[in-house]
Every structure is written in C-alpha cells, then in structure tokens.
C-alpha cells in the first residue's frame, strides 16, 4: 500500500508542474494544395513512363498475328495500291488542274496520314481512363499520361506509312524535294492538336459516356470537311473560313507543298494553325488536370 501511496503522490505532482494551457492538438487534416505547375512538374518526372506505355501499346496491336511488325509497313503498301487503281486507273481523277492521274493517290495519301494520326489518338482517347480503373482508383499514377501515349503510339505508326509515302512519291515523281526537311515542323502542331483534344475528350469521357458515340460522328463529317479528297483551292469561298479554323486543313496542305510540289510551307497559315494547335493543347490540358482529382469518384 505505501508504494502505490507514493505511486500516487508522484502523479499529482507531476500534474500540478504542468503548463495551464497546453496546445490542442489539431483533429482536422488540411488538404493538400496541389497547383497546376505542380502537376506539370510531375508529368515531366513520368515522361519515361509514357515511353514504355507507348511501347507496350505498339507491341500490343500486332501480338499472335502471324506477320506481326510487318503490318505498319504492309498496311500503308495496301491502302496505296488500292488507291491507285481505284482513283488513278479506273476513275482516272487528278487532284486539281496541274497534276496528273499518277499523282492522285499520292495526294490523297498525304492527306490521309494526319488524319489517321488525328482521328485514331482522339477516339482513343474518350474511354482511355474508363479502360483502366485500376490505374486511376488504386495507384497514385499520372493519369495525363494515358491520352497521350494513344497520340504517341499513332504518331509511331504512321511514321511508317509516312516513309512508305515518301519512296513511292519518289518513284512516281523521280525526285525528292529538299523542302522534306520542313515536314516535322509542320508535324509539330498536329501532335498539338491532337493532345489537346485527347485530353479534352478523355475528361469527357468520363463525366459524359455518350462522348466517344457524339465523336464517331463527328470525325465522319470531319473527314469530309477536311481537304483530303480535293485541293483546299476547291474549296467555295464563303466556307473558306472552315478551312481557316480547321488546323489539319493548313496541316495537310502544307504537307503537300513539301513532299510532293517542293514548295516551302504556307508560312502565314503555318502561325495560324499553329497558334490554334497550341491554344488547343494548353486548354486541353488545363481542363484535364482540374478535373481529374474527380474520376475515382465519378468510375
């Protein structure tokens, strides 16, 4: 009885010895202020991921087949030479007054190719975070990376059918223009644009699951408003405008004055498509940060 006496004597005093006001310990937790350069800085740190998702989607594509890589290759062959019966032999249609039946279905390749870069990276896009929950609810990943590994991997893939182009272009003309040199940068803006709307759309995708259905549409219609069957110059001046506000119409006819007429780029459409490609690619990713805080939530 006497130790736990003493015991208790010690206690009380220690009690008594201590401060009147000892802070109070806080019970709420602040959230964490994360700003748009944080974000950026921190999809920079990742960009060897979007390497290896970009690679592992390419891979992706032709597994099990039987030609396997071939097919990048193989693909833009096919498609060339069904072009050129079609619109050079069959139907026999120049593409505009100076060119001849032989060329039409390098111009429309030409055309072709942005557009498919385009197109295939923005329809990904819309279910891209929907495809991959695990991603988004369960692992502390950068989430801007998935729309842009779609627009890394069609760039990859068409680059190919690019140099496809590029020798066939060579043996139906002879020759190869020095102003080839000009076509990355006319690239640059394409890429732009399509990460911006990639962004954009894969958002909206989630929040909106009748995105990608409104967008199949839209790129039909798309496809036609953009000068890849016809010259721009065909175009009737009252939709000019159109074609004004349409980076991928400046894109593709800048493309072709390179390649084929080795003529230098349009440099005052080249400022104004690629002032819209990056107003695109900067309000793109501005919405896509701001809201993917919410996708676990929303999926």
């Known amino acids: 009885m006497a130790?736990?006496?003493?015991?208790?004597?010690?206690?009380?005093?220690?009690?008594?010895?201590?401060?009147?006001?000892?802070?109070?310990?806080?019970?709420?937790?602040?959230?964490?202020?994360?700003?748009?350069?944080?974000?950026?800085?921190?999809?920079?740190k990742q960009r060897t991921v979007l390497v290896l998702l970009t690679k592992r989607d390419i891979?992706?594509?032709?597994?099990?087949?039987?030609?396997?890589?071939?097919?990048?290759?193989?693909?833009?062959?096919?498609?060339?030479?069904?072009?050129?019966?079609?619109?050079?032999?069959?139907?026999?249609?120049?593409?505009?007054?100076s060119s001849s039946t032989e060329n039409f279905a390098i111009y429309l390749m030409t055309g072709m190719i942005p557009w498919a870069i385009f197109s295939e990276s923005v329809s990904r896009a819309c279910t891209v975070i929907l495809e991959n929950p695990?991603?988004?609810?369960?692992?502390?990943?950068?989430?801007?990376?998935?729309?842009?590994?779609?627009?890394?991997?069609?760039?990859?893939?068409?680059?190919?059918?690019?140099?496809?182009?590029?020798?066939?272009?060579?043996?139906?003309?002879?020759?190869?223009?020095?102003?080839?040199?000009?076509?990355?940068?006319?690239?640059?803006?394409?890429?732009?644009?399509?990460?911006?709307?990639?962004?954009?759309?894969?958002?909206?995708?989630?929040?909106?699951?009748?995105?990608?259905?409104?967008?199949?549409?839209?790129?039909q219609a798309g496809m036609y408003a953009t000068p890849i069957f016809y010259p721009t110059s065909s175009i009737p001046s009252e939709l000019k405008w159109i074609a004004q506000l349409n980076p991928l119409a400046g894109i593709i006819d800048d493309l072709r004055r390179t390649l084929i007429e080795g003529r230098s780029p349009n440099w005052e459409s080249f400022l104004a498509y690629s002032a819209i490609s990056t107003t695109v690619l900067v309000l793109g990713l501005i919405f896509f940060l701001k809201t993917k805080r919410t996708f676990a939530d929303v999926m």
């Open 59 to 97: 891979s992706s594509r032709h597994k099990g087949s039987m030609l396997g890589k071939l097919w990048p290759i193989l693909h833009p062959m096919g498609q060339l030479c069904i072009y050129t019966f079609v619109f050079s032999i069959i139907l026999k249609i120049k593409f505009g007054t």
């Open 134 to 219: 695990n991603l988004i609810t369960k692992v502390v990943f950068p989430t801007e990376i998935l729309p842009l590994v779609n627009v890394a991997s069609a760039l990859s893939t068409q680059a190919l059918a690019f140099s496809v182009l590029v020798v066939s272009s060579f043996l139906v003309t002879g020759q190869i223009h020095s102003t080839i040199c000009w076509i990355p940068l006319v690239i640059v803006p394409l890429v732009f644009f399509s990460a911006g709307l990639s962004w954009l759309l894969a958002s909206l995708g989630v929040f909106v699951r009748d995105t990608r259905h409104i967008l199949n549409l839209t790129l």
């Open 3 to 44: 130790a736990i006496f003493r015991v208790f004597i010690v206690t009380v005093a220690q009690i008594k010895e201590r401060p009147a006001s000892l802070p109070k310990a806080k019970t709420e937790i602040e959230p964490q202020k994360i700003s748009l350069w944080d974000d950026l800085a921190e999809f920079w």
